[in-house]
């Protein structure tokens, strides 16, 4: 059975960093790409970053330059490096990953940017 579980997020003041990770499990975690999606009170969710199975990488333009998606096969995770957060990147962030035609969603962590 196919699970993704984040974590890491939080309460950070504007220009501060978090990390957070999603654990993957129950399917060749090398062979996908992963994704983080975020949602704002109110909005859309939305595609923040991505990494292929190669480990090509592509980000939201309003994160790029701040943020970076990395993942380790060895470890099954997939990790989201927020540098420089300002409270528009308040949200609850998503691991995601698409298998074929099954999608597939993490409970989702809170990240809070406020003073």
């Known amino acids: 059975q196919v699970h993704v579980v984040e974590s890491g997020g939080g309460l950070v003041q504007p220009g501060g960093s978090l990390r957070l990770s999603c654990a993957a499990s129950?399917?060749?975690?090398?062979?996908?790409?992963m994704s983080w999606y975020r949602q704002a009170p109110g909005k859309e969710r939305d595609l923040v970053a991505r990494?292929?199975?190669?480990?090509?990488?592509n980000y939201a333009d309003s994160v790029k330059g701040r943020f970076t998606i990395s993942r380790d096969n060895a470890k099954r995770t997939v990790s989201l490096q927020m540098n420089s957060l300002k409270p528009e990147d308040t949200a609850v962030y998503y691991c995601?990953?698409?298998?074929?035609?099954?999608?597939?969603w993490g409970q989702g962590t809170q990240v809070t940017v406020s003073s």
């Open positions: 990494i292929s199975s190669g480990g090509s990488t």
């Open positions: 995601y990953v698409r298998l074929y035609v099954s999608e597939y």
């Open positions: 129950g399917f060749t975690f090398s062979s996908y790409a």
